[in-house]
């Protein structure tokens, strides 16, 4: 298993700002993974965050608004940029805990807050 | 278009009794499936899995079942606690492409001492 932490844990933020996650795992993994959970909606994966190349972006998520780091294999992070109040939402960063499965551990997520 | 279901957003059961969460899922790729559980404030949990070609896997209190004809897994919990009071995610993932686990809605389990 992995041990993944993340700062900070919540926020209040304010139209227009940028926001920087960080996320950090106390072992090397391969795969890191950002998902968001806004109010009462399930998980959505918005990147796969790759050590040495750009991330992976789902539809619907891009660059611009998400930009992500994977500086190497323990630490990435993805910030939330010009946030709106629809950004408001629990961030959740996430690693492989088996390449052959889709076995992930997550961090405890980051409760972010837009006024 | 939603892949992974789980039609029932809550459940309640009383301690001691069997809760049965259920999920359906659309992609007939997906030949992993995963159950976490969350609690308020805490990123999700991994639970318990199942892959494609067993239909029953079973780890103590907990019995995830797998009918891949009908496209539809449930997670057991027997006896249930107390403690199990959460939200319960399934989740799938396909061998072609494990970059991505598709999660459910949810649903809210409590267990009423």
């Known amino acids: 298993s992995a041990v993944i932490s993340q700062k900070p844990s919540r926020d209040i933020c304010q139209r227009g700002t940028s926001l920087t996650i960080q996320c950090q795992v106390d072992?090397?993994?391969?795969?890191m993974f950002w998902y968001r959970q806004q109010p009462g909606q399930s998980l959505t994966l918005i990147a796969t965050?790759?050590?040495?190349?750009?991330?992976?972006?789902e539809s619907g998520f891009v660059i611009d608004k998400f930009p992500i780091s994977r500086p190497n294999l323990t630490f990435s992070t993805l910030t939330v940029s010009n946030m709106s109040p629809e950004d408001s939402s629990i961030y959740l960063c996430s690693a492989r805990g088996d390449l052959y499965t889709g076995e992930l551990f997550f961090g405890e997520g980051s409760r972010l807050t837009v006024l | 278009d939603q892949q992974v279901k789980q039609n029932s957003p809550s459940l309640s059961v009383q301690e001691g009794r069997i809760s049965i969460l259920n999920c359906d899922y659309t992609?007939?790729?997906?030949?992993?499936f995963l159950w976490y559980k969350k609690y308020p404030a805490e990123g999700p949990t991994f639970l318990i899995s199942?892959?494609?070609?067993?239909d029953k896997n079973e780890d103590g209190r907990f019995t995830v079942f797998l009918n891949k004809s009908a496209k539809h897994l449930s997670l057991h919990i027997v006896p249930s606690q107390p403690g199990d009071s959460a939200v319960y995610f399934c989740a799938a993932s396909a061998k072609t492409s494990y970059d991505k686990v598709i999660f459910g809605p949810g649903t809210s389990l409590s267990v009423i001492p």
């Open positions: 992609n007939s790729m997906f030949d992993y």
């Open positions: 199942i892959s494609s070609i067993k």
């Open positions: 072992s090397q993994v391969t795969m």
């Open positions: 965050a790759n050590q040495g190349s750009e991330a992976t972006y």
